[in-house]
Structures are given as structure tokens and as C-alpha cells.
């Protein structure tokens, strides 16, 4: 629940990114981001006023991690109550369909994670709740 | 999943409007509308290019219903398949803060479904599973 209703709601976009061989792309925050360094992640960011959901996720993803990707389903929804906003967050299923892998100074470490190791991974919070229901769900 | 590529796609939202009794919301969709005519339905629409997706649920609300209400968080989001686009919807919870009820052209019933009534509703389809799921979670 969205404590705070002076607080501007906004939408974010993350991703499960599959390699051709079903593995989860992980990405981990630098020791220099000012929310929750060192927290593994999915690429993914905020969608900008006037951007469309999907637009947002497929540029967060290029600058975050170089890879083109298509979006081929939806895997969930969570919300999180950030210092500035209160934020629905739309999480996509993707694939990996070129680009090479680099990272952006925002993140220090990457792992791609085999469906078998997801729900054991060290994702936290909200995130770590969601990724453990998905785990759980019938495919 | 989504299972044509080549369809654009797009974001809906909808809402669990609840009133002071904790009762939720729920339209029926009138004979002469192009898709699910008499099917049960959650007031909201699709997000219009450009718009915000809260900016876009209370304007479809304030069409639908003339109510006036307050987003409180988030329900969760599924998918969808129309004719023309791949569909993410967002599902908001919602408390009604004013207005009078009156129904669009779109909707020619409605019902306000105590909480022990909302998972024995007609509703059907991914919407049907989407509040299955919805009732059984841990409140």
C-alpha cells in the first residue's frame, strides 16, 4: 500500500532477460548509485513523462546493458514506495536477440542465472519477494 | 505470452475501486460495445500515447463512472491479447473520494461486490483469473 498519497506516483519497467539457453540475466548496483549499492538487480529504470512503457524498457536495457532485446511477455507487477515517488512497477519477460554485453557505470557485476538457481539468488526487498512468487508460479 | 511480435504494444489500467464499506466496483459492459459485450468487467481503459498511466485511470474512471477516487496501490497486472496490440494491465486499488455513480454508454449495469462476494462474481476470462488470484492472496 502507497503510504504517502502526497507523493507522486510514477511507473517503472524491469526485465527478465533470457539467453538462448533460458538463463536470467542479473545485474548488480555500484557501490556508487545512491539507492541500494551493491543490490542485485534487473536492468530496467524509470518511464520518462511522454515515453511509452516499452520504449522506456528497451532504452534502459541498451544503456544498461548493450543488448537489444524483444519483450515477449509480461511476468508481473510489484510497487515500491521510493523517497520521491510512489512507483507501480511493470516487470516484462524479454529475449536476448544481439548486442554485446557491457556494463554502465551504474552497475559492477553481472550473472546469468539458470532457471534452477533464480529463486536462490541474493535479490532483496520487494524484488527478492517477487522473484520468489515467480518462481513458484506453473510455467 | 504474448504470441505475435509484430503487433504493437500497449498499456492498459484498470482499478478495484472500493467505497467506504470496503464493497469493489464492478461494471457491466453494455450489448453494443465491440468487445465482451455483457461481460463483467473493473472500470479503466487503455493509457493514451503520451498520457500517465494514473493520469489515464482517473479520467477513465471519471468517464465510466463519475466518480472521483484516490489511488491507494497497487493490485498486480496481467496480460492481454487484443485484435490490434499485445496489452500489460496494471490493476490499481483505489478508494472513492466522491462523485456521484452513473454509468457511459459503455456499461449499462453495475454492482458494488462485498469483499466475501468478489471471487464468487462472473467475472471471466484473464480478468476471472486475475481476481481468483487476487481474493486468495494474504491481505
Known amino acids: 500500500m502507497w503510504g504517502n498519497a502526497e507523493k507522486p506516483l510514477g511507473l ?5 532477460v533470457r539467453d538462448e539457453r533460458g538463463a536470467v540475466l ?3 548496483r555500484s557501490r556508487t548509485v ?7 538487480d534487473l536492468p530496467g529504470g524509470t518511464v520518462e513523462p511522454g515515453e511509452s512503457f516499452d ?7 541498451q544503456e544498461e546493458t548493450g543488448l537489444q532485446v524483444a519483450l515477449t511477455g509480461l511476468a508481473g507487477a510489484m510497487e515500491y514506495e521510493a523517497p520521491a515517488a510512489r512507483l507501480a512497477v511493470l516487470v516484462l519477460k524479454a529475449r536476448c536477440t544481439g548486442g554485446e554485453l557491457r556494463l554502465s557505470p551504474e552497475h559492477d557485476l553481472f550473472a546469468w542465472l539458470p ?4 529463486s536462490s539468488w541474493d535479490f532483496r526487498g520487494q524484488l527478492g519477494r517477487f522473484i520468489a512468487d515467480y518462481c513458484q508460479r506453473p510455467a
Open 26 to 28: 542479473a545485474l548488480r
Open 115 to 118: 532457471p534452477t538457481r533464480l
Open 12 to 16: 517503472a519497467v524491469k526485465a527478465l
Open 55 to 61: 520504449a522506456a524498457l528497451l532504452r534502459e536495457i
Open 34 to 40: 545512491h539507492q541500494f549499492p551493491q543490490a542485485w
